[in-house]
């Protein structure tokens, strides 16, 4: 069974760091990209963060560019998600999601993805 588990969620202030992380069940392959979602109360799921499964390029959305930086480590299947300068728009449950083919011009769409984790949650106090 292909499984996602996000960890890493809580509550923090505004103007720290914090890291999230995803880690998938042997079952699903290394080479699979992975990106951060998030959705906020009243809000749709966005786009956060994506990295293929090589790891040598990355997406991320305006709103965490500069401040949130993906990585992965494939010899355990686990990717992360640091993120600094926390403000409190940025609370949402953070979700983890997995692709076998990742375009670019398909990177920040929810349909790309086959599988997805059941989210943590993050919120930042002012």
């Known amino acids: 069974q292909v499984q996602l588990v996000e960890s890493g969620g809580g509550l923090v202030q505004a103007g720290t760091s914090q890291s999230l992380s995803c880690t998938t069940s042997?079952?699903?392959?290394?080479?699979?990209?992975i990106s951060w979602f998030r959705q906020a109360p009243g809000k749709e799921r966005a786009f956060v963060a994506a990295?293929?499964?090589?790891?040598?390029?990355?997406y991320y959305a305006d709103s965490v560019k500069g401040r949130f930086t993906i990585s992965r480590d494939n010899t355990k299947n686990t990717v992360y998600l640091r993120m600094n300068s926390l403000k409190p728009e940025d609370t949402a449950v953070y979700y983890c999601?997995?692709?076998?083919?990742?375009?670019?011009?398909?990177?920040?769409?929810?349909?790309?993805?086959?599988?997805w984790g059941r989210g943590t949650q993050v919120t930042v106090s002012s």
């Open positions: 042997r079952f699903t392959f290394s080479q699979y990209a």
């Open positions: 990295i293929p499964w090589s790891g040598d390029r990355t």
């Open positions: 999601a997995a692709a076998a083919y990742l375009f670019e011009d398909e990177v920040a769409r929810s349909t790309t993805y086959d599988y």
